[in-house]
């Protein structure tokens, strides 16, 4: 039987990539740091109605001894490290945090895997964020990386190791470099959520008005649930390797905002302003991303236009608000 063990399983991509694994008949095993709010910490798995087939174990990435005790004990075929300090502007607030867990807790888990199961497959988090200021029009496999925030540099550490522990202990170690992907499952904390949560509540009455930040700021968009099936592929192979996720289009936030406001049938310009709150100390101005050799070596594109993605996320804010639900 295939048993895969994820850290970061009560995150967006955590509960999607444990969805996709159980459809293929794996069996989930989880990390999950101890928290005061117990209840709602598998808020995501419950969402998607798996919480119940996801097996979760208590540990940090931050505490070898607890990883190498969860490895003991699961004796995982695969591993996908997901957990991280993830959200960027708090890597200003907390860079040493974000370099223990996003950085170092990467490390721990290599080394944990090279103490107790030195032949089982593990994926990396990489992020596009590590091309940061770009050094190419669009980001490959071979564009030189340019870190522009505390997470994107402890990301960038994380990257090299898992590279590093392959080409130096022969691990099947792969790091898959993902542009930003968004689902109704997304924090509240990142702007595509921020907006559809916020145009539900501007349809439905409950607000009118919504502050962000840098509306020029562009990216590369694509659905958590394409991205996931990317990342089991890359497990798949016979060799170890990295790759770019992306869709190859960007558009800016401020062209996010007029299809999910329009999406209603309101314009944005009635409802956005700039609070500069939400601008950062140095910002990625745009990302996006060449997914060539995904497609040639794993098959692999993004499914989801950004009409569906934004389509679908306004859906569930608007019926969540509705509810008012949790998440
Ligand atoms: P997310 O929703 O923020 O989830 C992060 C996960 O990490 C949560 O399960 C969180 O647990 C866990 N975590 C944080 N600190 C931990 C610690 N010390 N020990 C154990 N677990 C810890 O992130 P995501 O969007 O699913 O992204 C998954 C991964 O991909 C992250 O590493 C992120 O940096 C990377 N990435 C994401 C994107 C994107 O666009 N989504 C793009 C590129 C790379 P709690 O529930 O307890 O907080
Ligand atoms: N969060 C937020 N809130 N961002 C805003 C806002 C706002 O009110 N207004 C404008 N923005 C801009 C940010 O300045 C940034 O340029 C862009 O919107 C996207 O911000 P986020 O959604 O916070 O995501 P991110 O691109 O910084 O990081 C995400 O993608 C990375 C991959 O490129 C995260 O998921 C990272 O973990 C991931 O590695």
Not at 221 to 242: F, N
Request: aromatic letters at 8%; one cysteine or more.
């Amino acid at each position: 039987m295939k048993r895969a063990f994820l850290t970061g399983v009560t995150g967006q991509d955590g509960a999607y990539l444990s969805r996709f694994l159980l459809s293929k008949g794996y069996e989930v095993h989880g990390l999950v740091r101890r928290s005061a709010s117990s209840d709602v910490m598998d808020a995501r798995l419950k969402w998607l109605g798996i919480a119940d087939k996801v097996v979760l174990h208590d540990g940090n990435l931050t505490d070898l001894s607890s990883l190498i005790r969860v490895l003991q004990e699961v004796k995982p075929t695969e591993i996908y490290n997901l957990a991280a300090q993830s959200f960027v502007k708090s890597s200003w607030h907390q860079p040493l945090l974000t370099g223990t867990v996003t950085a170092l807790g990467a490390a721990n888990m290599l080394e944990a895997i090279r103490i107790v199961c030195p032949s089982t497959r593990f994926y990396q988090a990489s992020s596009s964020e590590m091309f940061g200021l770009a050094q190419e029009k669009m980001q490959s496999e071979q564009t030189p990386f340019y870190p522009r925030s505390p997470y994107a540099a402890a990301k960038l550490y994380a990257h090299w190791m898992t590279v590093n522990y392959r080409e130096s202990f022969g691990l099947h170690s792969s790091s898959g470099i993902l542009f930003n992907h968004e689902s109704p499952l997304r924090g509240i904390e990142f702007v595509t959520r921020k907006i559809t949560d916020g145009v539900a509540r501007i349809k439905l009455g409950l607000l009118t008005k919504l502050a962000l930040g840098n509306l020029d700021a562009k990216r590369d968009w694509g659905h958590a649930q394409d991205y996931v099936r990317a990342m089991w592929l890359m497990l798949q192979q016979d060799k170890p390797d990295d790759y770019v996720i992306a869709t190859g289009r960007t558009v800016s936030v401020r062209e996010f905002c007029r299809i999910a406001f329009a999406y209603v049938q309101l314009k944005m310009e009635d409802h956005v302003s700039v609070d500069e709150r939400f601008l950062r100390p140095a910002e990625v101005d745009v990302l996006l991303g060449n997914p060539a050799k995904a497609k040639e070596k794993l098959n692999w594109v993004a499914e989801t236009t950004l009409e569906e993605l934004i389509g679908e996320m306004v859906e569930a804010d608007l019926e969540r608000v509705r509810r008012n639900k949790h998440l």
